[in-house]
């Protein structure tokens, strides 16, 4: 087989072959179309001139394309010493139990012996799954940690720990966390899901204590034997520093005696062999253990650790203790500019210089290739210690304003490579916040007002509204805290969190008041109302209708009159106010001309949405429909890191899709809900499914539909069964998909579903809600079993909802069903059919066909096939031309 160069993606689409994936799971695994990972195979077959998928699975196993090495593992620069029998006891272990966790003290090698263990046993599952450094992590922060190394973006409306589950998946993975002992309850949240949803996963953790989790395997890792590993060490790093060193074996055994073994405190002693030579060492060794002797921690190894880093440090002169103890300060890795910022000791060449110092005496590890630096816990713990009150408050400060700095700077570097240096330092800018006081402070202001946004657009999307609240607690005027608590909302709305958005503005509102700017409260206020007004569906508990325009009378009564963008935004509420549930047409109208005058692209299409909600209404769905695609070039415009545009992108994502599903254009439906996929602000399984199944079922496209409908069914129980609404027309479609494929059982197992979402006190809307009854309808036609055709078509007919949406589509199935059963009054339901099918060409080839079969008119059976053929319906179209061939 000859081959060509692939693809980083071809390659993990080659890998997933090699599993015997179906094209659909390949995509769920890697978060793609179908039809692109049809795309990527038909190029591999290409580039490896294989004859079909087995030929390329058997390439991917032979040759272990795309396997590399597990996300996240460091690469050490030192060589792996001893340990021979703890590695293949924990080997052993992870063979017996799926989560072994390595217990000892700090500085004792948990970490080294657990990437000695992952570079062993990490292939033999294609190196999937992560090595997570927890150290720089806090508490409530172990799931975006783990989530960054595996490189899985957080969904809105979904717990971060589901999402990375679902990344995991039932493969054969390892996942290791490092240093848990300080997270421990996160940690062990974490573990415990991913250990009831990831069958096949493996967890190693390290950890000062054990997770206590059911079925958890604790390996103890001790000390170095003296006489033989702790000696291999001790001569394996004194070499380094000193490639001259030589000892006799006896004295080496001394030393490592009286460091008790411990490999962090050997290195730090090996590492002082070229300036003090053996005897010089021992002789400093001896000083530190007395000074150290009587110390409070009752476990003596921690003594002899800490009299080790005591020596090390009285090494020092005053200028490296100085850094040394302020780098205490950060909580992950540093570059130069940082290490400058804090250190208050000079210009940067000074600070390297220091660095380097501190380096070569193993204080500090340089981390190779990345240009950073970092601290061992242990170290870190102990030079923060060193720090005196009055000295860690101005390393404190030091540490804010370089935070607020970089973070200025990441920022400013939006929509270009930002991401990866975000993550670098991610921590330490949250960490920078934490111990500031209350109150007004520019400084931690413009830097939780940063981080806000840099959240936003890293897609930690709820962690977005908490930091943008923290800015507003520390905003120096009352007019900066109104624009935070905006932005705040804003992300609020993108989560679905419309109550909370709702109670923000108002507040936001009151800070704007305070500021004396009327015309921001005004806006501020009619934002509140519009949401309240555009989706109703997204508040656990509506808002009354006058509490509504009472607030609309506060946002007219402050706004002027020359201000356009406050104009058309009360313009845009007075519609919705003037004639709920649906807004009002000439107020509509008069709203668009505002908003277009305004040059706003988010109250534009705010505009859009509410006449195109009152066109739909009304019936008048092609109407609808052309406003949505006419507004489909302000996605250009909008700023997807900035939190005002996310519901905007969203909602013309969305209203595009469904109403091109409304009139039955369903090429049109499809390519825009494959759009919605690749964008960052929808690109989640809600969103996706519920705007991609319909189509794709309408079309007869039942497999990748199904695929879908599952990953969005499992997207929202796991995001806590919100916005039920989107869902009723995808479960109808994915119930039909089931029932036209001869799955009797899957078709039931979706119409229950739609209980679900329709709740238990809610069987009179399920029973007449359009959806269900169109899935009824077309499985009845379908299957012949006309029982209850008289009761589905009575129900199709007496919908209550204000919406045509998906009403035309459960009369036109109606009207065919009534004609089958042979119904008395089938006629009169083709009339009424007929009056809003003009507006979608679906149902007009529906009830093309049920006219040709009430008549038996083979010239509206062949309308009927052309209509089929002109929106893509394959099904319906090979069942038209079937009934057409045999009367």
Known sequence: ?????????????????????????????LHISVRTVEHHVSALLRKLGADDRRALAEFAVRHRVGVRRLAGLPRPH???????????????????????????????????LAVAVAEAMAPASGNRGGFVDLVPVRDGFVGPAVAATLGVAQRPHQPLSDTIVEYLGDAPALLVLDSCEHVLDGAAELVAAVLAACPAVLVLTTSRERLRLPGEQSVPVEPLPVADEA??????????????????????????????????????????VAALGIQG???????????????????????????????SHDLLDEAEQVLFRRLAVFVGPFDLSAATAVADAGDAIAVANLLGRLVDKNLVVLLPGSGRWRLLDTIRVYARQRLAADEWAAVRRRHLGWAQVIATAIEDRLGAN?????????????????????????VAHRLARGLGRLTYARQLRQEAVDRYQQAARHAPTAADAAADLDAAADCAVVTYRADMAFELWLDAADKAGQAGEADTRAALLSRAVEISCRYPATFAVAIPHDRLRELHREATASASSDNSRTVAALAINAAWLAGPPSPDQALAERALVAARAAGDPVLLWAAIDTAASMYERKGHLQRAHELARAGLPLLAELDRSQPRAGATVRSIHYLGGVLAIAVGDLPVAIGAARAAATDPITAEPMALGSLLVPPLVLSGDFDEALHHADALWHAWEAGGRAVAGRLWFPAATAALAHGLSGNRSGFRLWRNRMGNLAGPHNAYRLRTASSARFADARMAVHTGDLTDAAAIVDDAFSDPAPSHRYRVFAQAAAAELAVVARLPNAHRYLDRAAELATENAWAAACLARARGRNHRDPGALRESINGWERIGARFEHAYTVELLEHG
């Open 418 to 442: 930002w991401s990866d240096e975000f993550d670098a330092v991610v921590d330490d800018l949250r960490a920078a916040l934490q111990e500031v006081p209350p109150g007004p402070d520019d």
């Open 231 to 272: 000696v291999a060490l001790f001569r394996d790093r004194a070499a380094a520093a000193d490639p001259r060193f030589g000892a006799e074996p006896g004295t080496l055994a001394r030393i490592c005696a009286r460091l008790d073994g411990m490999p962090l405190a050997i290195e730090l002693a090996a590492a002082r």
């Open 78 to 112: 030192t060589s792996f010493v001893g340990r021979a029998v703890e590695l293949d006891l924990v080997r052993a272990a992870l063979e017996g139990s799926r989560l072994v966790t390595l217990v000892g003290p700090g500085g004792v090698g948990k970490t080294r």
């Open 281 to 311: 060492l021992m002789t400093a060794l001896d000083d530190a253990v007395r000074v150290l002797a009587g110390g409070r921690n009752p476990d003596p190894r921690h003594r002899s650790l800490r009299a080790v880093i005591d020596w």
């Open 1 to 29: 087989m000859t081959t060509q160069a692939v693809t980083e993606r071809e390659a993990q689409v080659l890998t997933l072959l090699a599993d015997r994936l179906s094209n659909a799971q390949i995509a769920n695994r």
